[in-house]
């Protein structure tokens, strides 16, 4: 079965730090480019930032530039979200998505696979 | 920054009646548009890729059409499960962008 599986959100101090991991399985992780997708409580979707197959490009909205860094480990297919300098309006449910297998820095394919996503909530 | 303006926000409608949701954005994608559908407590699922294509498994009810600026989602007769908030998503330019939503109540 195609899964990803997010872990490692939780309440968090305003200036805290947190890292959210993404599991995949059942599906070839080193292919695709992989992103996070946000969504604050009762709103709609934020894309957070993308990574493409080897690591080497990472994009991001600018929201959480120079705060937040996305990596992956194609060894234990594994992504991360290293999230520094929380604020309150980084409260959301954090998701991990799969993207296309051929993208561009600017453009890419669909979100075809979605984790069940991890709550992260910024507050003192 | 691409903005994606859905229309409606909401509507009412019954079980099997045509539904047809718009997406405008403010910028020509080609036909780098997505629809998801979200149900409470969810996570997003693909319905539409590139404008037109049915993501594999979804029901041949649901179609997009559209390229450039203007797209639409068709439900051609909803049905109970279809009740939902649908997002529109382009992936031409980052920062990929979602519509506001649009959500399908029943009348």
Known sequence: EVQLVESGGGLVQPGGSLRLSCAASGLTFRFYW?????????????WVANINQDGSGKYYVDSVKGRFTISRDNAKNSMYLQMNSLRAEDTAVYYCARGGRYCSSTSCAAFDIWGQGTMVTVSS | DIQMTQSPSSLSASGGDRVTITCRASQNISSYLNWYQQKPGKAPKLLIYAASSLQSGVP???SGSGSGTDFTLTISSLQPEDFAIYYCQQSYSTPWTFGQGTKVEIK
């Open chain 1, 34 to 46: 992989m992103s996070w997708v946000r969504q604050a409580p009762g709103k709609g979707l934020e």
């Open chain 2, 60 to 62: 041949s009810r649901f």
